[in-house]
């Protein structure tokens, strides 16, 4: 599909585990961020990379959130140790570019901590 | 960013018209108006954007207000489809903040 590709669609795990989502943007898209969405609440913007340049990580909530994204395209968000305030949907996005472009959503990764 | 003001909840029913409110008394000259909707299990979808002029596409349409402190999204014909949380964002093209900020949005029903 042309589309945002997220993976898994779903994560179930246990407190104190480590979990990877992966986020395949749309080919050429130059910008790539992540948000995550806790439940009934409104998306939470945590770190964005554009092309070559240093990622903005000024919305990670702590240091055992990391991200990164090898060639300019896909990109890992790293959760460790998670704790259950980690629960939520995590969504990532791309654009053709920094600004002003529309950003295209992928449907998600919804995550479960036990 | 500046800030944007929407009505928690919005209730149409179907293939009516659907106007949804957005105020953004401190807009600035450079920001633009992006709309995006959230359908249930989805991620957001960018529905339109403007700057001055009322914009058409084939989702919707937008009417920006002369002063630009308030616009309103247009729905022509509403569909069950379109049940939907509708954000209201300003951009500032160029800026250093790439992401986009999300507030509340209007959760609009549509009744069969």
């Known amino acids: 599909g042309a589309g945002v590709s997220q993976s898994p669609s779903n994560k179930v795990t246990e407190k104190g585990k480590d979990v990877e989502l992966r986020c395949d943007p749309i080919?050429?898209?130059?910008?790539l961020y992540w948000y995550r969405q806790s439940l009934g609440q409104g998306l939470e913007f945590l770190i964005y990379f554009q092309g070559n340049s240093a990622p903005d990580k000024s919305g990670l909530p702590s240091d055992r959130f990391s991200a990164e994204r090898t060639g300019g395209s896909v990109s890992t968000l790293t959760i460790q140790r998670t704790q259950q305030e980690d629960s939520a949907v995590y969504l990532c996005a791309s654009s053709l570019a920094r600004g002003g472009g529309p950003q295209h959503f992928g449907d998600g990764t919804r995550l479960s901590i036990l | 960013d500046a800030k944007t003001t929407q009505p928690n909840s919005m209730e149409s029913n179907e293939e009516e018209p659907v106007h949804l409110p957005c105020n953004h008394s401190t807009i600035s000259g450079t920001d633009y108006i992006h709309w995006y909707r959230q359908l249930p299990s989805q991620g957001p979808e960018y529905v339109i954007h403007?700057?001055?002029s009322n914009v058409n596409n084939r989702m919707a349409s937008l009417a920006i207000a002369e002063d630009r402190k308030s616009s309103t999204l247009i729905l022509h014909r509403a569909t069950l489809r379109d049940a939907a949380v509708y954000y209201c964002i300003l951009r500032r093209d160029g800026g250093s903040q790439g992401n986009l900020i999300f507030g509340k949005g209007t959760k609009l029903s549509v009744k069969p």
């Open positions: 403007g700057l001055t």
């Open positions: 080919s050429g898209h130059t910008a």
